[in-house]
């Protein structure tokens, strides 16, 4: 039911996604915090995780544990002692109470104006004794590397060498909270895909071939956007990347006018309640006069890619790697005759479009990427891609990457929605 409430909503709605007092996010990030994080804090074996909030440039997961609106300098501790899991913060007193008025956390202490946050957060921290605690540090992951230079001297200056010791990067505990989403973010994530895939197809429809440009159908979707209320899953001038040409990665749309003969790649995503994000991936081909049916060759590229997809799908299941996906995928790329592809197979998607988790890729890196040794787990979702590349009469390299989305469950995956199983066909007439 909820499910269905979200679709039609968003279907006849527009801007619904933007209504603030629709916004699920308040109650689910409470759910998370109180259930999801004391499993991550013990997975990855520590007692507490610190986060240094700041207005203007804040950490990357404000949001995510409540201190979005700091506006002086705030901390924010989630611990375990003998009485359990506690959540804490330290807020300037002019944003205490607002803060406390969420009703977020176990206890916000109100810092007066003359004292520091900080100091106060780690009086505390020598008092508890922790044998590890989780800071915001990380080479590997930017969201879980929000603690600058000068709060890491604020901090270290407040705490004894013993305890300073004791301080770890939060990646592991951040790969580890963020990659699992809720079922009811998958029935957010899953209601917004359908509106993105919808919405690829109905920009291909107003395809003029011989004068519609690649730039000309991302602007198709960046009106659909604004219609809507909804914003870019990722850097907004390469979202979407319309490709009707060679190959150009992670990019913006061109003005290359879109010709019979054309495969046009799509690779375009939302962003929902300024929360979570879609990844998908829709291909069309550009029939030749006479042309019914894409030729042989693109069919068998296409059907090629298809393979890749399902063999990477079969292999997606709880305690499997990221790299074990990415072998999967490429060996039906050697068997397919495929020219060699650089990306990874695919990678965890939903705060942001590249998000934290496992990397579903590392089969030709040695040694692998660490993120792409972690195992999957039910609850963690991917976009990924079904991969097929081939040389153009220009010798340039063209793929078909047709990329879905899928969350891990007990025993296997679940694409998010129907993926796409034929090409789109444009003109012909």
């Given at each position: 039911?909820?499910?269905?409430?979200?679709f039609?909503?968003?279907?006849?709605?527009?801007?619904?996604?933007s209504?603030?007092?629709?916004?699920?996010?308040?109650?689910?990030r409470?759910?998370?915090?109180q259930?999801?994080?004391?499993?991550?804090m013990?997975?990855?074996?520590?007692?507490a995780?610190?986060?240094?909030?700041?207005?203007?440039?804040n950490?990357?997961?404000?949001?995510?544990?409540?201190?979005?609106?700091?506006?002086?300098?705030?901390?924010?501790?989630?611990?375990?002692?003998?009485k359990?899991?506690?959540?804490?913060?330290?807020?300037?007193?002019?944003?205490?109470?607002?803060?406390?008025?969420?009703?977020?956390?176990?206890?916000?202490?109100?810092?007066?104006?003359?004292?520091s946050?900080?100091?106060?957060?780690?009086?505390?921290?020598?008092?508890?004794?922790?044998?590890?605690?989780?800071?915001?540090?990380s080479?590997n992951?930017?969201?879980?590397d929000?603690?600058?230079?000068?709060?890491?001297?604020?901090?270290?200056?407040?705490?004894?060498?013993v305890?300073i010791?004791?301080?770890?990067?939060?990646?592991?505990l951040?790969?580890?909270?963020?990659?699992?989403?809720?079922p009811?973010?998958?029935?957010?994530?899953r209601?917004?895909?359908v509106?993105?895939?919808?919405?690829?197809?109905?920009?291909?429809?107003?395809?003029?071939v011989?004068?519609?440009?690649?730039?000309?159908?991302?602007?198709?979707?960046k009106?659909?956007?604004?219609?809507?209320?909804?914003?870019?899953?990722?850097?907004?001038?390469?979202?979407?990347?319309?490709?009707s040409?060679?190959?150009?990665?992670?990019?913006?749309?061109t003005?290359?006018?879109?010709?019979?003969?054309?495969?046009?790649?799509?690779?375009?995503?939302?962003k929902?309640?300024?929360?979570?994000?879609?990844?998908?991936?829709?291909?069309?081909?550009?029939?030749?006069?006479?042309?019914?049916?894409?030729?042989?060759?693109?069919?068998?590229?296409?059907?090629?890619?298809?393979?890749?997809?399902?063999?990477?799908?079969?292999?997606?299941?709880p305690?499997?790697?990221?790299?074990?996906?990415?072998?999967?995928?490429?060996?039906?790329?050697?068997?397919?005759?495929?020219?060699?592809?650089?990306?990874?197979t695919?990678?965890?998607?939903?705060?942001?479009?590249?998000?934290?988790?496992?990397?579903?890729?590392?089969?030709?890196?040695?040694?692998?990427?660490?993120?792409?040794?972690?195992?999957l787990?039910?609850?963690?979702?991917?976009?990924?891609d079904?991969?097929?590349?081939?040389?153009?009469?220009?010798?340039?390299?063209?793929?078909?990457?047709?990329?879905?989305?899928?969350?891990?469950?007990?025993?296997?995956?679940?694409?998010?929605?129907?993926?796409?199983?034929?090409?789109?066909?444009?003109g012909?007439?």
């Open positions: 039911m909820r499910f269905m409430f979200l039609s909503a968003f279907i006849f709605s527009p801007a619904c996604w209504i603030d007092n629709t916004n699920p996010w308040p109650e689910i409470k759910e998370r915090l259930t999801l994080l004391p499993k991550a013990k997975t990855v074996d520590v007692d995780w610190l986060i240094i909030c700041r207005e203007n440039n950490d990357p997961l404000a949001k995510h544990v409540g201190c979005e609106n700091a506006g002086q300098q705030a901390v924010f501790l989630f611990y375990f002692d003998e359990g899991f506690h959540s804490k913060a330290y807020s300037p007193a002019g944003e205490s109470k607002a803060l406390a008025d969420i009703n977020l956390l176990n206890e916000v202490v109100s810092v007066p104006r003359e004292q946050a900080v100091s106060l957060a780690a009086a505390f921290v020598e008092k508890k004794k922790f044998a590890r605690i989780a800071i915001n540090t080479q992951n930017a969201q879980a929000g603690l600058s230079h000068i709060q890491y001297k604020a901090l270290a200056t407040n705490l004894s060498n305890t010791q004791k301080l770890v990067s939060s990646e592991n951040v790969y580890e909270y963020l990659a699992i989403k809720l009811a973010e998958v029935d957010i994530m209601a917004a895909a509106i993105t895939a919808k919405w690829q197809l109905e920009a291909y429809n107003q395809i003029e011989g004068k519609t440009t690649d730039k000309d159908v991302a602007l198709f979707l009106r659909k956007m604004a219609e809507y209320g909804v914003t870019d899953a990722w850097a907004a001038d390469q979202n979407p990347n319309v490709v040409g060679t190959d150009r990665g992670h990019s913006h749309a003005s290359r006018v879109i010709q019979v003969g054309d495969v046009i790649q799509t690779d375009f995503g939302i929902v309640h300024n929360t979570w994000v879609t990844d998908i991936q829709r291909f069309a081909y550009v029939l030749k006069p006479g042309e019914t049916a894409p030729p042989a060759d693109i069919l068998y590229y296409w059907e090629s890619a298809k393979k890749g997809r399902a063999a990477a799908f079969d292999a997606m299941r305690g499997a790697t990221g790299r074990d996906v990415d072998i999967a995928q490429r060996k039906v790329l050697k068997e397919t005759n495929s020219i060699p592809v650089m990306w990874s695919g990678h965890p998607v939903g705060y942001v479009a590249h998000d934290s988790g496992p990397k579903l890729g590392g089969a030709t890196a040695n040694p692998p990427n660490l993120a792409s040794l972690k195992l787990k039910p609850g963690m979702t991917f976009a990924f079904g991969f097929h590349s081939w040389l153009l009469p220009s010798g340039e390299p063209k793929t078909i990457s047709v990329e879905e989305m899928v969350v891990i469950t007990e025993d296997g995956a679940e694409y998010l929605i129907p993926p796409q199983q034929d090409l789109v066909l444009i012909g007439k």
